[in-house]
């Protein structure tokens, strides 16, 4: 990574030669994403700053891309980065389900099966826990939701890299992960979207890009950072 701190750091989309360098690299770490995860295509791998900010994108892209669903279904145990956002959508009126876990850190799947309604925007279950270890049944979770049309997102920070991941043969609709728990650099992440809806996918892209070399999709993002505390990581 040094030298795209000290002599490669153009715009990755600018049309100059100095700029295209990087973009070239930003095309090879795109693929690399894409082939660690599974992913069908490079262009469902978005790169962000943070965990935190990869967990929000997916989230407040899925509630404005779908203004008459107004529920999120989370957990109890997810990372601050979700719980610190379902506060604020739900002092914004949102309302948020979270689904327990008993004493070895499990969810209840009958439980989580009656909350799944058409009012429902997205789900966000993280694939494994940051304190306990638990693996929650993501795949199985996203197939219950997508039969009922509802989205599924899961902050796999603590996952990718450890458990063998194929989205392309999964319903989990978007991933989020962090580059420092695989080496990268700080300040590096990724939202992965698949097979985005048109309104979805105008939500994830309605940014700018950001210093360094990752273009940031940020959905409502300036406006909700001054409302609430984030957690960042």
Not at 70 to 87: D, G, K, R, W, Y
Not at 196 to 214: I, K, M, Q
């Amino acid at each position: 990574m040094l030298p795209f701190f000290t002599e490669h750091f153009g715009n990755a989309s600018s049309i100059h030669a100095f700029g295209s360098e990087v973009g070239k690299a930003l095309k090879k770490a795109r693929s690399q994403v894409q082939a660690l995860l599974g992913a069908e295509h490079d262009s469902e791998i978005i790169f962000t700053s943070c965990g935190t900010e990869s967990d929000s994108t997916a989230i407040l892209s899925a509630l404005k891309a779908q203004p008459d669903r107004n529920t999120v279904i989370t957990t109890n145990v997810e990372h601050p980065a979700i719980l610190t956002l379902c506060e604020w959508l739900e002092k914004e009126g949102y309302i948020v389900h979270k689904l327990k876990v008993d004493k070895k850190g499990r969810i209840d799947i009958d439980e989580y099966k009656s909350l799944l309604h058409d009012r429902v925007a997205i789900v966000s279950v993280m694939w494994a826990n940051n304190e306990t270890g638990t693996i929650f049944p993501v795949e199985e979770m996203a197939e219950l939701a997508s039969a009922k049309g509802i989205m599924f997102h899961t902050d796999a920070v603590q996952a990718v890299g450890k458990i063998p991941i194929d989205l392309k043969s999964s319903k989990i609709d978007m991933l989020s992960l962090s580059g420092h728990k695989l080496h990268a650099p700080k300040g590096i992440s990724r939202t992965i979207t698949k097979g985005a809806s048109d309104a979805v996918a105008r939500a994830l892209t309605e940014a700018h890009e950001p210093a360094g070399l990752c273009p940031t999709p940020v959905s409502a993002l300036p406006h909700s950072r001054r409302r609430w505390p984030g957690s960042r990581r």
